[in-house]
């Protein structure tokens, strides 16, 4: 069965800092990778989708990357902010469309 | 972007009273809509996947009676939780896939969530 570990579980950090969050999957089988934010009491907000063909994605201050064969993401954010701050899930999917999450980092960017 | 919506968001009920929330796709069609249960910091909890006119798919340890999943037309997905207790108070997210037509894979995405209370 899919495992999806996020690292750290909680983080926090100064404004303008660059930090970097941690995923990592034990089947590399997978059909596409994806990070999500969410807000306290809200839904997903998606942020960057990796097809499992591609090593990266870049959205303004965040890129992600994917290493399929080690099973190992890593979303990095560029001089982070206050409204930065929640908590960022990450999720793969199979070929069928089923989503396997991630616990979350929760980010406090800190002004 | 394509838009999920999902009422309500908030509810609150009595212990032994059966909730219903709804999905619903606002400018697409969703072939496939899927129930989601996140407990306070930890993780989606994937419950069932439906597909419109079938019957929903629950995943393991999902008790299909305790959560009737409907999905009657490509907008709107609908589960009813029955007969509620404390222990089924939760966040409950949906969401609904369709083929993007550009990429040509199917995209998921997600509503707002309902945070259901039950006393």
């Known amino acids: 069965k899919q495992e999806v570990t996020q690292i750290p579980a909680a983080l926090s950090v100064p404004e303008g800092e660059n930090l970097v969050l941690n995923c990592s999957f034990t089947d590399s089988a997978i059909y596409n990778l994806q990070w999500f934010r969410q807000d306290p009491g809200k839904g997903l907000t998606s942020l960057l989708l990796?097809?499992?063909?591609?090593r990266e994605q870049t959205s303004g201050r965040l890129n992600a990357s994917l290493d399929k064969s080690s099973g190992r993401s890593t979303l990095y954010i560029a001089a982070s902010q206050p409204g930065d701050s929640a908590t960022y899930l990450c999720a793969v999917t199979n070929i069928f469309n089923k989503f396997y999450f991630g616990s979350g980092t929760k980010l406090n960017v800190k002004p | 972007g394509a838009v999920v919506s999902q009422h309500p968001s908030r509810v609150i009920c009595k212990s032994g009273t059966s909730v219903k929330i709804e999905c619903r796709s606002l400018?697409?069609?969703?072939?496939?809509m899927f129930w989601y249960r996140q407990f306070p910091k930890k993780s989606l909890m994937l419950m069932a996947t439906?597909?419109?006119?079938?019957?929903?798919?629950?995943e393991q340890g999902v008790e299909k009676d305790k959560f009737l999943i409907n999905h009657a037309s490509l907008t709107l997905s609908t589960l009813t939780v029955t007969s509620a207790h404390p222990e089924d108070s939760s966040f409950y997210i949906c969401s609904a896939s369709s083929l993007a037509q550009v990429s040509g894979y199917n995209e998921q995405f997600f509503g707002p969530g309902t945070r259901l209370t039950v006393l």
């Open positions: 990796i097809q499992s063909s591609q």
């Open positions: 400018d697409f069609q969703a072939t496939t």
């Open positions: 439906s597909n419109e006119g079938s019957k929903a798919t629950y």
